[in-house]
């Protein structure tokens, strides 16, 4: 492997909560490309535990350049308040070399290249393709879709079309290649697509001939893939599995729509420039959405024509369904919310781990029954910590016609501080039904007309 040096700069603001004081590399030998280096994964995560009266993660002001040798292991740590912690998240970063290499299906048994060369072989994917039950495919080169929006048929132009549609127990392994299609209109066509009239007139304003990246049906499993440029990168609807991949540039990053009886998992992926980053519609009963070690950061939403948001546009994660569990993840840095936690019916959330919700325009945590019919019931049950600062607005916000019991496990935290930048806004609010059991709440300021916590006082910030 070549072992030349790189010099990277960690953005702060993309990176979300953590200033980077360290960062390890271990390549993955599965991986050569020669066009750069991507994000592929998270790996070996690791808890956040700060000593106490340690000052609290919104002191921190570092922010460091790290630079590295590939073929040596990068450890990703962060700085908080001057006390060295290791990051929740442990990221692999992929050296991608693979474009011209042959695989082992392409050699012969004395090991020389096959005479027939790899482009022309029969598995080489296409746009528009469905993957049936029980197949598995492999990408070995991006796959760019690039018909052209004007010579679609009408019923391509009314359709939610797929790039590749996963069937059945059907798996995508992306290998770090890319998903995406082009458009006249510039890079962030997709994002800036304004949500309103119907799909033909949607795709037609956006000049984008697939509605939709990648649609995972019946339960099939699609990794290591980069999904980009559509107005839903990923479309789940009735079970799905998403594991170590990175969703950018759409307009919708993750869509979930599953129905009784099915669950959906989304694990160490990123999510990251698009208008809304995750957006689970389950208005269905017995069914669980469960997001394990996913960043969800600077979405950046779609506003109509009075400068409000457009529908859930602009937040980290909406989540809408009977069982929630979110674990070791982070909604940071959204133009909107970090997580909002909305719909009507009784629900169960559970906030696992180190969650952090920070740098969020508006509230950082949010329930809302989002004008439906009936109120939001339920618990929400945390088992860790789950760290909310800095956000415009309230930091945790439950508004009317929401009544979710709030019950904290023995030794878990929610820690709301410095919150309402923008004004009048406060660390907790509650104007719905719920109550705050439990001990180890800490936030300044609160308010609304429901209950509240008992909260310990946030830290001081050194002089």
Known sequence: ????????????????????????????????????????????????????????????????????????????????????VHSANKYRYVQSQKSNSLSSSDMSKSGKAAPVPPYCSSSKQTCGQTVPEGDKITLKEDLLCVEDWNSATNTVKRSKNCAITLEGDAELDCDGYRISQ????????????????????????????????????????????????????????????????????????????????????????IVRDNAVGIDVDNSSTGNKISINQVRSNDNVGLKDSDGEFQKAFGSGMNLYGEEIAVKDSEASSNQKNGIEIDGAG????????????????????????????????????????????????????????????VELKKGSSLIACQNGSRGKQVDIKNNGGGTFGNDGFTCDDTGGDGSLPTCSSCPVCPM
């Open 346 to 405: 009784t629900t169960t959330v559970d906030l696992k781990g180190s969650i952090f919700l920070r740098n969020n325009g508006r509230s950082g945590l949010k329930t809302d029954n989002n004008n439906k019919v009936g109120d939001l019931d339920g618990t929400m049950n945390v088992d860790g910590v789950v760290n909310i600062y800095e956000n415009g607005e309230d930091g945790f916000q439950m508004n009317e016609d929401t009544n979710l019991n």
């Open 1 to 84: 492997m070549n072992n030349s040096n790189y010099q990277v700069e960690i953005d702060h603001a993309k990176e979300g909560a953590f200033d980077v004081e360290q960062v390890n590399f271990d390549p993955p030998s599965s991986v050569n490309r020669e066009d750069g280096i991507s994000i592929n994964s998270f790996e070996d995560k690791e808890d956040v535990n700060a000593k106490e009266g340690d000052a609290p993660p919104f002191f921190s002001l570092k922010k460091k350049l790290g630079t590295f040798a590939v073929g040596c292991t990068l450890l990703v740590g962060a700085t908080i308040a001057g006390v060295s």
């Open 182 to 269: 082009i458009t006249t209109l510039g890079s962030d066509a997709a994002v800036k697509c304004d949500a309103s009239g119907s799909t033909k007139e949607q795709k037609e304003a956006c000049q984008l001939y697939y509605y939709r990246g990648v649609c995972v049906t019946g339960a099939a499993k699609m990794k290591n893939c980069q999904v980009e440029k559509f107005l839903e990168g990923i479309y789940v609807e009735n079970s799905g599995d998403i594991k170590d991949s990175t969703v950018s540039q759409n307009r919708v990053g993750i869509a979930v729509k599953d129905g009784p009886g099915n669950s959906t998992e989304i694990s160490t992926t």
